[in-house]
């Protein structure tokens, strides 16, 4: 997949070290323990995140969201086998998501 968006990396990581971001940040880790399982200086990872277009900081939003998407597609297979705590789950997920399209709205005028 193409990428139209031009990425900043200060630092000069691997392929291979970007992808154990994603898959660090999927796990829930922290910059700072992302920072010291790559053996990087941690000041100098979290500046390099912070930096607008940051190669980091989307290979992070990136292992999120694609460990939530297996997260949500297992709770929906769950919901529609009939487990009601998955279907508990699955609706509030919804619900939050709602709230935050309808609070963009107001703020930010996005459809």
């Known amino acids: ?6 990425l900043i990396d200060n630092i ?4 291979e070290e970007l992808e154990s971001i994603e898959h660090l940040a999927g796990l829930n880790y922290t910059p700072l323990q992302m920072a010291t399982f790559l053996d990087q200086d ?10 607008s277009n940051s190669i980091i900081q989307f290979h992070i939003n990136k292992g999120k969201l694609e ?3 297996l997260v949500n597609e297992k709770v929906l297979q ?10 508990m789950i699955f609706n509030q997920a919804r619900e ?3 709230v ?7 703020l930010y005028g996005e459809d």
């Open 1 to 6: 997949m193409e990428r139209n968006l031009a």
């Open 96 to 98: 939050k998501n709602d």
């Open 78 to 87: 769950n919901a529609k086998t009939g487990n009601l705590t998955a279907v």
């Open 67 to 69: 460990s939530d998407f």
């Open 100 to 106: 935050e399209s309808i609070k963009r709205r107001i």
């Open 42 to 51: 941690p000041v100098r990872f979290l500046r390099a995140m912070s930096v």
């Open 12 to 15: 000069g990581f691997s392929q």
